[in-house]
């Protein structure tokens, strides 16, 4: 086991790359998304709520075959690495998207014609007035968003990408101690996804310490 531990690290950083790569692009779509769910034309909006609430009452694990066995019958190949990023993905924008949306529209309206009575344009409105008071009511939401795409990291093995949890299985396959290497996975994995609610709490704390203060 403990030769294996190189391995074992390999594996980890792995699956903090498809976690960052999948928490980054998710991040900037759903924001992005949101804003038009909120703000875009009403035809714009029912299109993207359609593909939220098909994308979200998708098991990820069916997203992730589809996308690295299904799509290559449409032409469009992607490593296994690759797959397992954009189905990922695709699964947490349509959470982030609803997340940015209820984010914004907690936000009271007299907010939004206030800062139109003093003559600030869209951007300005968002940047200054909007999001900074929605960032707050986003972040918890979007901390166990964040938690869920760590954890839905460990199905990218089921494609064969030797993640933690594929190399985790793979050391139990040649030295048999399958308790104590699935009790260090789940360590691991807690770890994060603490450090992870740690981070939120202390911003939140720092969050509404400014906005007191304003």
Known sequence: MLQALPFLWRGLLVTLAVS????VLSLLTGIMLGLLRVYG??????????????VRGIPVLVLIFFVFYGLPAAGL????????VLALAIFSTAQVTELARGALQSIHP?????????????G??????????????????????????????????????????LAIQ???????????LYLLGGAIYFAINYGLSLASRHCERRLSYYQARE
């Open 20 to 23: 960052a790569l999948v928490v």
């Open 41 to 54: 034309t009403p035809p714009l909006q029912a299109a993207i709520q359609a593909c939220s609430d098909i």
């Open 77 to 84: 190949h992607f490593s296994s690495f690759s797959a397992g």
């Open 110 to 122: 007299g907010q939004n014609e206030a800062a139109k009575a003093i003559g600030l344009r869209f």
């Open 124 to 165: 300005q409105r968002m940047t200054a007035v909007i999001l900074p008071q929605a960032a707050r009511r986003f972040l918890p939401g979007w901390v166990n968003s964040v938690a869920d795409a760590v954890k839905g990291s460990a199905l990218v093995s089921l494609i064969g990408v030797v993640d933690l949890m």
């Open 170 to 180: 793979q050391v139990i396959g040649r030295t048999y101690q399958a308790l104590p």
